[in-house]
């Protein structure tokens, strides 16, 4: 084990640092366009299998899609849209400026959830993977890998960013003051108001991700 940096910065993808949202409807978009009233069966199965994974599997709902429909060939074209959308187009504001600016205080990695197929290629073809130079962990739950990050980076104090008071609550309770967590008020999750009374508010609260490019970063060096 390498000597523990000062801090290290953690942050997740989906709604944090990628408009994932807007990618949903996107996708929602063009099933409905290709396949209708039909497409509702997809979101039926993909509903299924994140509840049986704990994850969202968007390719492999479209798999468990296909056994219904095996004989419609633009089942094809759906994994393409998947595979080559242009997820550059749906960074937030600033969310590269952001990554840089906390690079300067100590190493960025990137800890989300998901699948070992998509997610990665979602976290690569944005520039994210390359904007935190390869630290990259994506596991099923990732607040139950909290041994895992410390071993594979090290540190004294750790700051996690993520649009999910549930998963900043737990690494909290886990980590204690060990951690800072940061809570961007982006996507559904942040902006349901049973979710925001459900857990207890992270230390420190932003609008949009962007906003740490340019705030005072005295509060994680401290």
Known sequence: MSAPEEVVFLLDVDNTLLNNDAVVADLRAHLNEEFGASSDR????????????????????????????????????????????PFPSRLYPNALATLARLRTLGPTVILSDGDVVFQPR??????????????????????????EVVQRY??????MI??????????????????????????????????????????ITIEHIGDLASMDLAVFSA
């Open 42 to 85: 997809y979101w039926e199965i993909f509903e299924t299998l994140r509840s049986e994974l704990g994850y969202a599997d968007y390719l492999g709902a479209l798999q468990r899609y296909r056994l219904e429909r095996q004989c419609d060939t633009r089942l094809m074209l759906m994994s393409s849209f998947l595979i080559d959308y």
């Open 122 to 147: 979602k976290i690569k073809q944005s520039g994210l993977w390359d904007a935190v130079e390869g630290r990259v962990l994506i596991y099923i739950h990732k607040e139950q890998m909290l041994d």
């Open 154 to 159: 090290p540190a004294r104090r750790y700051v």
């Open 162 to 203: 993520d649009d999910k008071l549930r998963i900043l609550a737990a690494m909290k309770q886990s980590w204690k003051e060990r951690l800072i967590t940061v809570f961007p008020r982006q996507g559904h999750y942040a902006l349901d108001t049973a979710n925001l009374v459900a857990y207890p508010p992270a230390d």
